[in-house]
């Protein structure tokens, strides 16, 4: 397993029960998770870190709400509650996810005028974490996913790192969806169109 890593996708607080951006069922793949974790050589974690003033907080634009559209620069963008701020206890891991083993934690969402589901890239879908060249370097090519959310983060991740060359499986049974206005039937769709295995 050498050349293998288990990707592990935003289990962190303000996406489980509790959080401001819950996912329902969020904390119940942190056990499997965490038995993932142990059996996988390579653990890179994704964290979202987001300033307090991110714009893609429907708090940051007067009349609108949470989970409404709007047309950003780079695209359609899904407006959130506020979430996973940069040092807050929402944007912490779940305290149950055994995460020390981890070679790497990549955050995201922290360019304020730019959202970030995917593990690889901004939503512009041009400007690189620096994951994919990581990965290259140390001989990773074979990637698992896991995670929160299904139809977005990892969703986003999984399409990426396809396109990026790598070979990717998504454990579905380790990952929580939002489904917002079938979305989570969308991306699974679309994973499984690009050759995402889905297990």
């Known amino acids: 397993m050498a050349d293998e890593a288990l990707i592990v996708i935003d289990v ?5 029960p509790g959080g401001s951006l819950a996912v329902a069922g969020g904390d119940q793949i942190v056990p499997l998770i965490n038995e993932m974790i142990g059996r996988f050589e390579h653990v890179i974690l994704t964290q979202d870190w987001h300033p307090a003033d991110h714009s893609s907080f ?31 206890g929402g944007a912490a891991f779940h305290p149950a996810l055994k995460w020390a083993k981890a070679e790497l934690v990549l955050r995201k969402g922290y360019h ?22 990581y990965l290259r370097e140390r001989g990773i090519g074979r990637l698992t996913l896991a995670g929160l959310a299904t139809d977005f983060c990892v969703a986003y991740s999984a399409l990426d790192a396809v396109a ?18 079938g979305s989570l039937d969308r991306m699974i769709g679309q994973m499984k169109a690009a050759g995402v295995t889905l297990a």
């Open 12 to 16: 962190q607080n303000d996406f489980c």
């Open 112 to 133: 304020r005028k730019i959202d970030s589901y995917s593990a690889f890239f901004e939503n512009d879908r041009t400007t690189p974490t620096g994951l994919a060249g």
């Open 164 to 181: 990026q060359g790598f070979n990717v499986t998504v454990r579905l049974d380790a990952c929580r969806g939002i489904d917002l206005a």
């Open 58 to 88: 429907a708090s940051r634009h007067p009349g609108k709400q949470p989970f409404e559209t709007i047309a950003m620069p780079y695209g359609e963008q899904t407006l959130w509650p506020d979430h996973c701020i940069q040092g807050s």
